[in-house]
């Protein structure tokens, strides 16, 4: 019973660290469609709260679960599908704390100085675009690794 208890923990850790940072590219995109730079900085104030309160509590669910549902279940760090999953995790926490939170905090000051530098911001914007997609293309491997239990 309690290797079922971690893996729905670990599944509900996934379930809310993918809709966050997948949902975050839809309000950065819509903030930005609006071309107003206090819609943007408000935007960008929400994606960086929303990763505060969702995404960086979800990962650390998501890993201690599924380590501990690892432990109980009697799986080996080795096995394929464990380790590429945890290997595209890393990758993906990577890219965020190194690349993405930076130019958050990058976007929101240019946001909000006046006047606006939009050359600037969509500069920037290209780099979160570049580092956020592999943030969220990462966990989207250990998913489909995980699910499908490739490689066995």
């Known amino acids: 019973m309690a290797y079922l208890i971690f893996k729905l923990i670990h599944i509900f850790a996934v379930i809310f660290f993918l809709g ?33 309160f ?12 599924g380590f501990g549902a690892m432990g109980i279940g009697y799986l080996p760090f080795e096995t394929g599908w464990i380790m590429w999953g945890f290997i595209m995790i890393i990758i993906s926490a990577a890219a965020f704390m190194a690349k993405v939170v ?11 100085t006046d006047p ?12 979160w675009n ?3 997609s592999i943030a969220t293309i990462a ?8 699910v499908l239990k490739i490689p066995s």
């Open 20 to 52: 966050n940072i997948v949902i975050d590219v839809f309000w950065k995109n819509h903030g930005d469609r609006s071309g107003d730079p206090k819609i943007i900085a408000h935007t960008i104030k929400g994606i960086i709260r929303a990763d505060r």
């Open 54 to 65: 969702f995404t960086m509590p979800a990962v650390a669910f998501l890993i201690l679960a």
């Open 102 to 112: 930076p130019a958050q905090k990058k976007l929101l000051k240019i946001a909000e």
């Open 116 to 127: 606006f530098d939009q050359q600037l911001y969509d500069a920037v914007s290209k780099e």
């Open 130 to 132: 570049l580092w956020g």
């Open 139 to 146: 966990p989207l491997i250990a998913v489909i690794l995980m």
